[in-house]
């Protein structure tokens, strides 16, 4: 079993629909939730950040963490087809010095339709 | 600010070759990291530097290495090339004592 899980997609929604993006995850010593977009060919750009359980939001962004069932959501309101991207799960246990690196799920291929 | 830079953006090198890839990180930011991105493993993590020192290091060989200078720009070196190191590599940096992490726009590294 890999330690994150999460569904590859394709995702396929129609313009101005709310998306929902989720991984699942076995190591409940992770404590750091992130989620990043990586568009075709670049780097991953961090959309949210979180290590509480519950929700967060940031303008149409809103990330939900249940540490109780190891299970993050990212949700998209109002997408746009520029939402069109990839996007991955990533989480850490530890902290500053020592710590590991992220573990990221294997991303979740998402077309916004116009 | 300038975000993350990494150099050289595409490489194309031979079986058996080394190959050394470079990173400077934000401005002000003291830790690096590197990762592998390949269509099957997806992210995975090789290792982090903070402050010239190795502090973490993924399950990689040994053939993976890499090193952190006192400005904080690091470099990682792949010796004796193998087809399936062909991948993008990504670099991150953070302040150290954060956990978010901020990548560059990676190396693609192709090996023939």
């Known amino acids: 079993q890999k330690e994150v899980e999460q569904d590859p997609g394709p995702l396929s929604v129609p313009e101005g629909a709310i998306v929902s993006l989720n991984c699942t995850y076995s190591?409940?010593?992770?404590?750091?939730f992130m989620w990043y977009r990586q568009y075709s060919r670049k780097g991953p750009e961090l959309l949210m950040y979180?290590?509480?359980?519950g929700n967060k939001e940031d303008g149409r962004f809103t990330a939900q963490v249940d540490k109780s069932s190891k299970y993050i959501s990212l949700f998209i309101r109002d997408s746009q087809p520029s939402d069109s991207a990839t996007y991955l799960c990533?989480?850490?246990?530890?902290?500053?010095?020592?710590?590991?690196?992220?573990?990221f799920g294997k991303g979740t291929h998402l077309i916004i339709q116009p | 600010k300038a975000g993350v830079t990494q150099t050289p953006r595409y490489l194309i090198k031979t079986r058996g070759q080394q190959v050394t890839l470079s990173c400077s990180p934000i401005?002000?930011?003291?830790?690096v990291s590197w990762y592998q991105q390949t269509p099957g493993q997806g992210l995975q993590f090789l290792f982090e530097?903070?402050?010239?020192?190795?502090?973490n290091k993924g399950n990689f060989p040994g053939r993976f290495s890499g090193r952190q200078f006192s400005n904080s720009r690091s470099e990682m070196n792949v010796s004796t090339l193998e087809l399936g190191d062909s991948a993008l590599y990504l670099c991150?940096?953070?302040?150290?004592?954060?956990?978010?992490?901020?990548f560059g726009p990676g190396t693609r590294l192709l090996v023939l």
């Open positions: 530097y903070f402050s010239e020192t190795q502090r």
């Open positions: 991150a940096s953070t302040t150290g004592g954060s956990e978010t992490q901020y």
């Open positions: 979180t290590y509480s359980s």
């Open positions: 401005s002000g930011h003291r830790s």
């Open positions: 990533a989480m850490k246990t530890g902290s500053g010095g020592g710590a590991d690196g992220l573990t």
């Open positions: 190591n409940s010593a992770f404590q750091y």
